[in-house]
């Protein structure tokens, strides 16, 4: 493990903001905030101010037209979701909004593993039926997180009197579908100041458009308290899609984290109950990203996402109740598959040498809505790119689908470089999907293989672990942890604050826990100061360790309660003898 402390700032720096804490100004330049304007929305998220106009959208008038004219005349609006926890809270935020306006609404999320990601034909077809049965002439699409690659489907859906408003936040091409408007933070004139939304969060730009606008029309009409009941799912989607902790999205889950909190949905409180959350904590960060979301995206992963989006929006007791288990249970099968297949696919990659800068994985047997996790733990337990890939296929020929994950090798930019050879593909820099003829296997390894040759280098397979900056332990008050906290929520890009300590010397040491896999220090500096630390998972660690021993650590700043007392704790990150 490298550790690499950030570059510290300059003098001009620190005068720059002399007001502020040089600990923290380390830590907001760390972050690329360095205007007051940023600081301030940072440290002190308003959502009054802090939260920008919807209608700086490119498109979002001609959109909203559209809309009103559907609910006027009581065309069928069909919101077409991912199979995601962004997708599926995304699509509940439209359609809640929807139907506050009095629109006639139906729910289209697709089965990943039949029709797989993105507007589909099937979708198209379904609410063709549903217009002739309905004896209805137009109808309307509006999708969420997804959409900006299906050039096809909105062709077929105009040909069948349908128009498409796309609301997505993925890359996206030249060939942009011609949709009725495309609502995403990079495309059109006037772009949007925040790029990095989640595509729930374009979904929600558009629900505050739609009830300002209805406001207009109705004064009586008051959107403010239903505009913010919307945030808990909002903030279960900008956490579970690991969309940058910064600017408006970190605005939007600190009042979404309030609201969630508070939740009034029936279906999210017998979640929060399964997941074995304690109703006297508060819900974190934590929580929604490792016990709500990984339980709501389980179901796409598995089965049919349906029955998540059914959980957040029933308002039936017993309902939610029986869907919490099933997810709860959906959850559990679908951890037992994910390490079979890691345990299956390190046996397949064998011994790893500098020379294999990319991993590859293939099973048929493999189940396509858990490709992605599996990728992502052996990405970072072998900090190398890594492709899992199992069979499919697709209107009578023979595929093989996959997904793609990395730290920092830029995964779309190699898909592009091959975009000759694959049927589809589309994601992030760090997290891809894709899909290519069975016979083409060879081809694309070896390709992917060049390039990742020639971008990645025997040092970047070393994992790093960035740290903020290094301090002392007197620097360690009160007054500092208050400030820490307001960097929280923390997430991709604003990670929980990191610090290196050198020349501790270890007074006392302890192995906590029912395995003893936990390690408790006594520490002391060369000031006489001393502090606790405890260390998840370095149990084995404390074996080599002797009190007296002195040790550097990278710490986070924690606290710890016991007997009605809080004291100042360290939670170790890493550490080695000095």
């Known amino acids: 493990m490298r550790w690499i402390v950030n570059k510290q700032i300059t003098t001009k720096e620190r005068n720059q903001f002399p007001q502020i804490n040089l600990i923290i100004l380390q830590l907001l330049f760390n972050r690329k905030l360095k205007t007051q304007k940023q600081i301030d929305e940072f440290l002190d998220p308003d959502y009054n101010q802090n939260v920008y106009d919807p209608f700086l959208f ?45 629109a006639k609404t139906d729910i289209y999320i697709p089965d990943r593993a039949k029709e797989g990601y993105g507007l589909k034909e099937k979708a198209i077809d379904y609410i063709n039926q549903k217009n002739k049965e309905n004896k209805q002439e137009k109808g309307l699409i509006i999708t969420v997180d ?7 489907a909105v062709e077929y859906a105009q040909k069948n009197n349908i128009d498409v408003i796309i609301t997505d936040h993925h890359i996206f091409d030249e060939n942009l579908p011609k949709a009725f408007t495309v609502i995403h933070t990079g495309i059109g004139e006037a772009l949007y100041p925040f790029k990095p939304l989640a595509g729930a969060g374009v979904a929600f730009k558009l629900a505050q458009v739609l009830l300002k606008e209805k406001q207009k029309m109705d004064d009586k009409f008051n959107f403010e308290g239903f505009e913010k009941w919307l945030l808990d799912l909002l903030a279960i989607a900008t956490i579970a899609d690991l969309v940058p902790m910064l600017g408006e999205n ?6 979404g984290l309030v609201v969630l909190n508070k939740t009034k949905r029936i279906g999210l409180k017998k979640l929060i109950e399964i997941s074995g959350f304690l109703p006297t904590s508060e819900l974190t960060v934590y929580n929604v990203g490792f016990q709500l979301a990984p339980r709501i995206n389980a179901t ?6 349906n029955t998540s989006y059914q959980l957040l929006k029933t308002q039936n007791e017993k309902e939610a109740e029986k869907i919490a288990k099933e997810l709860d249970e959906i959850n559990k099968k679908r951890q037992q598959i994910v390490e079979e297949i890691i345990l299956q696919a390190i046996n397949q990659i064998g011994i790893i040498t500098n020379k294999q800068k990319i991993l590859f994985a293939l099973d048929k047997n493999w189940p396509e809505g858990v490709l992605g996790l599996v990728a992502g733990k052996l990405c970072q337990k072998f900090n190398r790119p890594t492709l899992i890939m199992t069979h499919k296929e697709e209107n009578g020929q023979q595929l093989l689908i996959g997904s793609g994950r990395s730290n920092n090798f830029d995964l779309i930019s190699a898909l592009e470089k091959n975009k000759d050879i694959l049927v589809s593909f589309g994601g992030h820099k760090c997290a891809c999907g894709f899909k290519f003829l069975k016979n083409d296997l060879e081809n694309f390894r070896e390709k992917l293989i060049q390039i990742a040759k020639e971008e990645i280098s025997n040092q970047d397979l070393i994992p790093i672990l960035n740290i903020d900056q290094e301090i002392i332990l007197s620097d360690i008050t009160w007054e500092l942890f208050n400030e820490l906290k307001k960097f929280e929520p923390c997430g991709k890009e604003n990670p929980q604050p990191k610090f290196l300590i050198k020349n501790l010397k270890i007074i006392n040491l302890e192995k906590m826990g029912q395995e003893k896999q936990h390690l408790k220090l006594l520490v002391i500096d060369e000031k006489q100061k001393t502090i606790k630390m405890i260390g998840f998972g370095f149990g084995e660690k404390g074996d080599t360790l002797n009190i007296n021993d002195k040790i550097d650590v ?10 009605g007392n809080k004291e100042l704790q360290l939670k170790i990150v890493d550490l080695k003898n000095s």
């Not at 009581?74 to 809640?96: R, T």
């Not at 990278?554 to 007997?563: D, L, R």
């Open 146 to 152: 997804c959409g900006i690659k299906s050039a096809e």
């Open 300 to 305: 796409g992963r598995l089965k049919n996402a």
């Open 58 to 102: 490119s498109g979002m008038n001609k959109t909203i037209k559209r809309i009103f004219s559907a609910i006027e005349n009581q065309e069928l609006i069909m919101v077409h979701g991912d199979y995601d926890a962004d997708g599926i809270c995304g699509s509940l935020i439209l359609i809640e909004t929807l139907e506050k306006l009095g």
């Open 250 to 255: 970190k605005t939007l889950t600190k009042y």
């Open 554 to 563: 990278i710490v986070e700043i924690n606290f710890n309660k016991w007997n």
